[in-house]
């Protein structure tokens, strides 16, 4: 179901007032929303900044796999957050098939991988190896896993290929998916309580780097191709013998009808760069002060008026 949402009329009528704004065209320029608070939100920021340029905006909640088919067809005009450990090979496969493009990169440094929180090296010192992990694995065994420890992934649609990589390593771990990112942080608040040992998937930029210090578990280096070649990597009989890139990017993509439909609007996205912080804090507006992703997309661009403004300008 789509929803239509307006943008807060002060920041709106400011931005308008300063360009000048008129429609590219009437028909309403769609944006996929996913399950996690920074995209919606930035999803949002850049819904509220298309309005302000006389823009309509419809917000459409998508998979965030088959986003980027929806993309390529033109059912959604764009996708703001194209993570590349996450989305990369779907993103891969709808570039071949043609009718999106690569929109630019933003600043951001991206990384997805197994993560704990820094109290779980009391039980576990040998972290962040993830040899030393696989041999402490008793410590993060819970009655659903039995003997094996628990690994607690994102939700399933992320396809992050953690059982592949288990199988891939021989680790005595058995992958339990949460239903969504509320969901893990609820986990990690929950063994904070009582410092219980817990490992499960994490991402940055992200609010949570903020709240609970932590790091990522080392596996062998991504390599291109060990995700598909069972040569690439140290084990020669599995894909997956390796962990996600490090240094990651962050994409933008556009279907390739946008420039010419919306051309003032394209433009701008173009120009969209987020940081590491900038994002985080979209993150915790909605995660940590609880606000609804709408009043969290008003309240950054009234803050962040020196970022956003010299993309229309």
């Avoid at 972290?127 to 410590?139: G, K, M, Q, Y």
């Amino acid at each position: 179901m789509r929803v239509r949402l307006r943008m807060a009329g002060g920041v709106a009528a400011l931005a308008m007032a300063a360009t000048g704004a008129l429609a590219d065209s009437e028909d309403p320029i769609v944006i996929p929303i996913h399950n996690w608070s920074s995209q919606i939100v930035m999803s949002h920021v850049v819904g509220q900044i298309f309005e302000s340029m006389g823009n309509s905006v419809e917000y459409v909640s998508t998979d965030s796999q088959s986003v980027y088919e929806s993309v390529r067809l033109g059912d959604v005009a764009l996708e703001m957050e194209v993570w590349e450990g996450a989305f990369g090979a779907s993103f891969r496969a709808a570039l071949e098939k043609g009718g999106l493009h690569d929109a630019g990169d933003h600043d951001a440094v991206t990384r997805e991988d197994w993560w704990y929180p820094m109290w779980t090296k009391d039980a576990c010192p040998g972290l962040p190896d993830w040899e030393a992990l696989n041999a402490c694995a008793a410590a993060f065994a819970t009655p659903e896993t039995g003997e094996s420890g628990r690994f607690l992934g994102g939700p399933v649609d992320w396809l992050k290929h953690d059982q592949e990589r288990v199988d891939g390593l021989g680790m005595n771990f058995k992958v339990v998916n949460a239903g969504s990112a509320a969901a893990l942080w609820a986990e990690l608040g929950s063994a904070e309580k009582t410092k219980t040992p817990i490992v499960l998937f994490n991402w940055t930029p992200n609010f949570a780097e903020a709240v609970w210090p932590g790091e990522f578990v080392e596996f062998p280096e991504w390599v291109e191709g060990c995700d598909k070649d069972p040569a690439v990597g140290p084990n020669p009989d599995k894909t997956y013998d390796c962990g996600n890139p490090a240094n990651g990017y962050l994409k933008k993509a556009a279907w390739d009808g946008m420039k010419d439909k919306w051309p003032d609007a394209y433009t701008m996205l173009t120009k969209i760069s987020f940081t590491n912080p900038q994002i985080a804090e979209m993150a915790k507006l909605v995660d940590i002060d609880e606000m609804e992703p709408e009043e969290a997309a008003t309240h950054w661009l009234e803050d962040n008026g020196d970022v956003w403004k010299v993309w229309i300008n």
